[in-house]
């Protein structure tokens, strides 16, 4: 008996394997629609494939998150084999269906099945690093007489119920991009993440009062304005431009803002985008509600001045080229390997323009972009114009507003006899609320509140000092240059 089944499936084997080599590829498709037409009078039931990526893996399907998310919460109690995950410090383990396993739901007395699983390319090129193209999917079956409940009502209470069991148990995120060179083909690695767990408010933020006031409301009103936004018929982004010397708490700022509206962060390093097309990439992988953020853009690509350097490299072409020759090779390569480098970032002024207000803008919603710079004047006025950063933000030196906010984070004081000299000294010297809180904060437990306000206090002195010795040099040299004139 044995002699004859290892025959029978050595010739199985055989002819499966003349089937996949010698059968010609067109026929195929006409002997799986045919064969699997026969199966459906004697296999009753229905198949749906949901997969991960949709729009050519351009983004991940949202329907695919949602129906993973609901399986997770349902897969405890008949799942064999589980993936745990922390989802937040106070909350237990969160378990979900590990790839290849198969669970049972019951809805309104319908049994359906879910099963999991992934699709790994044959041909595995040589490399180092693991290549995942693989896709995966969930297939949902049930039996033929329930089509209509499963179609109408059942993947409708899916996607509904995987989506709110999402939003309570969304941890908010803090990313940041990878070089395209670790992207691995369409794998979802173009941002890594860690949880966002800093503390910042903007009852704890060394700013006017009027002026938080105004960037809640402002806030408020955007994370609202879904309606809105598509009866004027905008994308729902916003813009946000925040400017002044550094210290002055652009960061905390954004920071303040994500923990305000319950928004994750995209930290964008443009330095590491080659060209407009791998920024349109980032941008279709990140989600809504969320704070796009650029900081220091002034420096983080020089995009201040490219409609005119442009202009001014066609005029010197020639002159380069003479130049050229006369250096040695060593300089030679030398300048070559600085400007390869200097330019190894493609990315233009247009391509952030349309990045952040063209067409590709408007995949997604609810997303908030924000720059940081400590020289707005640097800034192409098409980059910051209204439309695009649609509030400017100005964070200037600590006034006496911001320091009593900053007494009571740091020293839990309200009021003080030092109050008023350093209201005073406020007033005439520009300390920015970082300096200020610095010298706010105790550095030893011996010292207490007044100690570390009159090291403030002494420190605006300082200040102040070196600010007027300053102002005479430069005066002095303004009338030396005057009389030599």
């Avoid at 010698?22 to 199966?39: A, E, H, N, T, V």
């Avoid at 949709?54 to 799942?79: D, H, M, P």
């Avoid at 609810?366 to 800034?379: G, H, K, M, S």
């Amino acid at each position: 008996m044995w002699t004859q089944l290892s025959s029978a499936i050595t010739g199985l084997m055989l002819a499966w394997v003349m089937f996949e080599q010698y059968f010609p590829y067109q026929l195929r498709g006409y002997l799986q629609k045919y064969s699997q037409k026969l199966m459906s009078y004697v296999y009753p039931y229905i198949q749906i494939t949901f997969h991960e990526f949709t729009s050519e893996r351009l983004k991940r399907s949202e329907a695919f998150s949602a129906i993973q998310t609901y399986i997770g919460s349902n897969s405890t109690k008949t799942a064999k084999r589980l993936k745990a995950e922390v989802v937040r410090n106070n909350q237990p383990l969160v378990l979900t269906m590990d790839d290849y396993e198969e669970v049972t739901d019951v809805f309104n007395g319908v049994k359906v099945w879910w099963a999991s699983s992934k699709t790994v390319p044959k041909k595995q090129p040589f490399s180092f690093h693991p290549v995942a193209e693989e896709r995966r999917q969930y297939r949902l079956t049930f039996h033929t007489r329930d089509r209509e409940v499963i179609t109408e009502k059942y993947i409708e209470h899916v996607l509904k119920e995987g989506k709110a069991i999402a939003v309570k148990n969304r941890q908010r995120k803090l990313f940041t991009n990878n070089s395209s060179e670790n992207w691995y083909g369409w794998k979802s690695t173009k941002w890594s993440h860690v949880l966002f767990e800093h503390p910042a408010t903007f009852d704890s933020l060394a700013m006017e009062t009027k002026m938080k006031e105004g960037i809640k409301k402002d806030l408020t009103r955007f994370s609202n304005g879904k309606n809105y936004y598509a009866k004027i018929g905008k994308a729902w982004k916003r813009g946000y431009l925040l400017y002044g010397p550094p210290g002055t708490g652009k960061s905390t700022m954004i920071s303040a803002m994500a923990n305000f509206l319950d928004y994750d962060i995209y930290d964008l390093e443009l330095t590491t985008v080659k060209d407009n097309s791998e920024l349109r990439k980032l941008l279709i992988e990140t989600t809504g509600k969320s704070i796009i953020v650029i900081e220091d853009i002034d420096c983080s690509l020089d995009l201040t001045g490219q409609r005119k350097k442009t202009k001014e490299k066609d005029g010197d072409d020639d002159d380069d080229d003479k130049s050229d020759k006369e250096k040695d090779p060593i300089s030679k390569k030398k300048s070559e390997a600085e400007k390869e480098n200097k330019n190894r970032s493609k990315v233009t002024l247009s391509g952030l323009l349309n990045f952040i207000d063209g067409i590709w803008s408007a995949c997604g919603g609810e997303r908030i972009i924000v720059f940081t710079t400590n020289y707005v004047d640097r800034l192409d006025p098409a980059l910051i114009r209204t439309g695009r950063m649609d509030k400017h933000i100005e964070l200037s030196y600590c006034c006496f507003e911001a320091f009593q906010v900053l007494a009571k984070n740091y020293l839990e004081l309200k009021s003080h006899e030092l109050f008023g000299k350093i209201e005073e000294l406020l007033g005439e010297t520009k300390m920015s609320p970082a300096d200020v809180a610095e010298n706010l904060m105790p550095k030893s437990d011996e010292e207490d509140e007044e100690d570390c306000l009159k090291r403030l206090i002494k420190a605006l002195e300082t200040t102040k000092e070196e600010a007027r010795k300053k102002a005479e040099e430069a005066a002095l040299k303004a009338e030396e240059a005057a009389l030599n004139g």
